[in-house]
Antibody, heavy 124, light 106 residues
Framework: QVHLVQSGPEVKKPGASVKLSCETS????????IAWVRQAPGQGLEWMGW????????NSPQRFQDRVTMTTDTSTTTAYMELRSLTSDDTAVYFC?????????????????WGQGTLLTVSS | DIQMTQSPSTLSASVGDRVTITCRAS??????LAWYQQKPGKAPKLLIY???NLASGVPSRFSGSGSGTEFTLTIGNLQPDDFGNYYC????????FGQGTKVEIK
């Protein structure tokens, strides 16, 4: 059975950084990409980026490219996303999710299994 | 970026009704479109991928159609468990999501 288990809630001050984790199990890690999606309180879904678990290629929206770093550890089948220079606008629930197949630097598929989400609160 | 315009923003329907949600893309995404259901406090759940393919374990009362710029999600025979928010998601390039549709059961 596929599981994605995310790290616990975080409270950070403006300007700080945070590194979120997403521990996976129940499938062959390198065969499926991982994406990160966030949801601000009462708002819709926003794509943060994806990573190829096969070769580490990433893709993210231009507005996040200088603040987001996505990595994986294939030995522990865990994905990570670091977000820097936090502001109150980054307060949201952050989801990791498994793609339906491989991701490349140019494309990635729909998301068939999701983590439970991590609440990040940025406040002074 | 490709904009996804979803409508309606809210709909209220009765058990047994057939409901349709529409998503329009600002440019062609061929059939690279997914639909998700999200319940309050929970992660989204994949319903449909590649515009019309039913995800594993999803009841057959859910169906998707469309290509290019116009897509629909149809829930036939609406059930009480179908309340929640529904999002379309284009994954042709640099992903974007629709604003969401809140489905309420009368």
């Amino acid at each position: 059975q596929v599981h994605l288990v995310q790290s616990g809630p975080e409270v950070k001050k403006p300007g700080a950084s945070v590194k979120l984790s997403c521990e996976t199990s129940g499938y062959k890690f390198i065969n499926y990409g991982i994406a990160w999606v966030r949801q601000a309180p009462g708002q819709g879904l926003e794509w943060m980026g994806w990573i190829s678990t096969y070769n580490g290629d990433t893709n993210s929206p231009q507005r996040f490219q200088d603040r987001v770093t996505m990595t994986t550890d294939t030995s522990t089948t865990t994905a990570y996303m670091e977000l820097r220079s936090l502001t109150s606008d980054d307060t949201a629930v952050y989801f990791c999710a498994r793609a339906l197949g491989y991701c490349t630097s140019a494309s990635c598929s729909a998301l068939d299994n999701w983590g439970q989400g991590t609440l990040l609160t940025v406040s002074s | 970026d490709i904009q996804m315009t979803q409508s309606p923003s809210t709909l209220s329907a009765s058990v047994g009704d057939r409901v349709t949600i529409t998503c329009r893309a600002s440019q062609s995404i061929t059939n690279w479109l997914a639909w998700y259901q999200q319940k309050p406090g929970k992660a989204p759940k994949l319903l449909i991928y590649k515009a019309s393919n039913l995800a594993s374990g999803v009841p057959s009362r859910f169906s998707g159609s469309g290509s290019g710029t116009e897509f629909t999600l149809t829930i036939g025979n609406l059930q009480p468990d179908d309340f929640g928010n529904y999002y379309c998601h284009q994954y042709k390039t640099h992903w974007t999501f629709g604003q969401g549709t809140k489905v309420e059961i009368k």
